[in-house]
């Protein structure tokens, strides 16, 4: 779980305290054409923005994270609340740069700083901390990390200074031999015909001394055409004032590509998502037709579990080994134990299964149940908020709200507890070795204690000793030869 990993890594050495990272999240995201704010968009069911915090804290501390929010600020700093990071408003979104403007105070007294992007969510720490060593053998005052993805269009585009040349001989034309020293970043509408063919582009991630970036960042102006300032401006500002500006070339553009559109985020979603699976099937988990399924980033199965097409593991969901999780399967936020066995069609919710557990198929476990080892929860069976002790069944067609079954207890088919009055909810318990039978009401609050044995069709309002019988049903009345009788009178009319 990347919660886990966050807490085994060691801040880079000696560096902790004088770098800070800057994730930009106030923009508006107006592409995404959506009311939501495009940080909190998710892929691998949770939002960009958390991806990018979980990558970056395990680089610095949470304390030296700061966002800049601006736009629906209050609802995306709740979202990250729980991250331990600080928070920087950009009240107007005036660019980029002004996002760094505004996180001026924050950053003034690291020695470095990270700028990531809080709409590029598939960033690995690896990658940040390449960065940062980068950065620091480079001795540069900014460092950018830039690839060469197979469609460039759309991004910033990376100038590089001609190898060995006086500043003055800068070459900007295109097909330049590579030296790292960068000159400047050229933004897509800003590009020159011949510069259109560059391929190298600006991935939107930075380090940067603070010091040069701070005493040249006024330098920015909004001579473009979105009239903002941009911080790729500060390529060609820092190189003109004398500071080394460099490009680090990573090989693997993916996991810094950002989510501008819904088609991208849908296709981030994907990669993250194939990565996952990648990641499971790695540890030893089957997945059969694994692009059928859909895994949470956060999902940990262990090995020799089996997992059937077209199932789906959402949330904090966490299994164990030796299961089967077959087609159609929808868990959210459960932790199943080893050997758990859920059958076609289900849907559990926050909830727990313990070893030995089969369920289904068709069967929903709602929030807050706890099912006990080798317990089987059969076809068509609800449960709500209900613990169910060991080897106990409920088998077929049964509702259990608000209830406590004990061990080997059978509930029997058509089963319901009548937990609600129309006004409260109340409690059914139900003891060890209790025998429910069929089509059985229970109307809570009720308790059948251990041993207690119901007959079949039974409405039960009051308690049950323990083993005792109870029959709460209409006494039947058998009328020997009246069906055959009727018939013949019938007969004689014809
Ligand atoms: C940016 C780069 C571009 C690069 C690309 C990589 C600039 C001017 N351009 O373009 O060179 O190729 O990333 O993905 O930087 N933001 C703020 N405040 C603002 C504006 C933006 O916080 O005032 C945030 C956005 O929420 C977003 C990030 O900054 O998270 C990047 O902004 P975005 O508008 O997505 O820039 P791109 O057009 O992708
Ligand atoms: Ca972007």
Redesign the pocket.
């Known amino acids: 779980m990347i919660q886990e990993r966050e807490s085994n890594v060691e801040p880079d050495s000696g560096s902790a305290s004088n770098l800070a990272v800057v994730?930009?999240?106030?923009?508006?995201?107006t592409r995404l054409n959506s009311r939501r704010p495009?940080?909190l968009h998710e892929i691998g069911g949770k939002p960009l923005l958390s991806h990018v915090i979980a990558a970056a804290s395990q680089v610095v501390p949470p304390a030296d994270i700061y966002a800049?929010?601006?736009?629906q600020a209050e609802k995306v700093k709740a979202a990250a609340a729980s991250s331990g990071i600080r928070f920087v408003e950009?009240t107007?979104?005036?660019?980029?740069?002004?996002?760094i403007e505004c996180a001026r105070e924050a950053i003034a007294g690291y020695e470095n700083v990270l700028v990531l992007?809080?709409?590029?969510p598939l960033i690995r720490s690896e990658t940040i901390s390449k960065l940062w060593r980068f950065h620091q053998d480079q001795q540069a005052a900014m460092t950018l990390v830039s690839a060469e993805p197979p469609y460039p269009s759309?991004?910033?585009?990376v100038l590089h200074k001609a190898p060995d040349s006086h500043p003055s001989d800068d070459d900007l034309s295109p097909g330049t031999p590579v030296s790292p020293e960068v000159v400047a970043?050229v933004?897509?509408k800003m590009l020159t015909p011949e510069q259109l063919s560059l391929r190298e582009?600006?991935?939107?991630?930075y380090a940067f001394r603070t010091a040069p970036l701070l005493a040249h960042l006024g330098k920015l102006t909004s001579d473009n055409p979105?009239g903002?300032?941009?911080?790729?401006?500060m390529a060609q500002v820092l190189h003109a004032a004398g500071e080394r500006v460099v490009a680090f070339q990573t090989p693997d553009p993916d996991e810094?590509?950002?989510a501008?559109t819904i088609a991208e985020l849908v296709s981030l979603d994907a990669t993250l998502r194939t990565a996952t699976a990648r990641r499971l099937m790695g540890s030893g988990v089957t997945i059969f037709r694994p692009e059928t399924c859909v895994i949470d980033a956060d999902v940990e199965v262990d090995p020799d579990t089996v997992i059937e097409p077209f199932v789906q593991l959402l949330g904090h969901t966490r299994i164990g080994s030796d299961c089967l999780i077959q087609s159609y399967t929808v868990v959210e936020n459960c932790t199943l134990g080893n050997r758990v066995v859920l059958r076609q069609s289900c849907v559990l919710e926050g909830s727990t299964v313990a070893d030995g557990a089969l369920i289904g198929p068709f069967a929903h476990l709602r929030p807050g149940c706890e099912i006990g080892e080798e317990v089987h929860i059969g076809n068509f069976v609800e449960t709500k908020k209900t613990r169910v002790g060991k080897g106990s069944k409920a088998s077929h067609l049964t509702y259990l709200g608000d209830t406590v079954v004990g061990e080997r207890t059978n509930i029997g088919a058509g089963v319901i507890t009548c937990n609600y009055d129309g006004v409260h909810k109340h409690l059914t318990r139900i003891g060890d070795s209790v025998f429910v039978g069929s089509d059985s009401t229970l109307v809570a609050p009720v308790t059948l204690e251990d041993g207690a044995y119901i007959g079949a069709g039974s409405c039960i309002t009051k308690d049950v000793p323990a083993g005792s019988l109870a029959v709460g049903r209409a006494r039947q009345i058998t009328k020997e030869g009246w069906a055959t009788a009727r018939r013949a009178r019938h007969k004689a009319k014809e």
């Open positions: 994730i930009l999240a106030a923009g508006k995201g495009k940080v800049v929010v601006g736009h950009q107007d979104q005036r660019g980029t740069g002004h996002a992007s809080g709409d590029a759309g991004y910033g585009r970043i933004e897509q582009v600006n991935m939107g991630l979105h903002e300032l941009y911080l790729t401006d810094l590509l950002g501008n």
